[in-house]
């Protein structure tokens, strides 16, 4: 079949030229960190925002003249920093049987 040949040959074509990333090497730092400090965890928590701040419409006589995007869209880091929050509430309820509401 010509389609299972033509993914492969573009799987192989990536593996041969990977992109160079600089920022890989903190986002594997980032989703390396480990909580184990209910302090720790709790500033993590705090630090994080539960959601993506400052998207805004700029509205002028009735029209939108223009966007700005959320900030996390703006952030390379975006994924990492929320996987770390989660797991510093996974950390706090699972291990210190804490109550997550004040957080979210």
């Known amino acids: ?3 299972p040949s033509l993914i492969n040959s573009l799987g192989e074509n990536h593996a041969k030229n990977p992109k160079f990333d600089v920022l ?3 986002r594997e730092w980032l989703d390396n960190i480990q909580i184990d400090n209910r302090k720790f965890a709790k500033l ?35 994924d990492q920093f929320v996987g770390l929050r989660f797991r510093a509430l996974c950390y706090l309820v699972d291990e210190c049987g804490e109550d997550i509401q004040s957080y979210c």
């Open 1 to 3: 079949m010509i389609l």
């Open 24 to 26: 890989q090497p903190l």
């Open 44 to 78: 993590i928590a705090k630090l994080i925002p539960a959601q993506c701040p400052f998207e805004r419409d700029i509205v002028l006589f009735g029209r939108k003249i223009a966007h700005i995007p959320p900030m996390c869209k703006l952030n390379p880091f975006y």
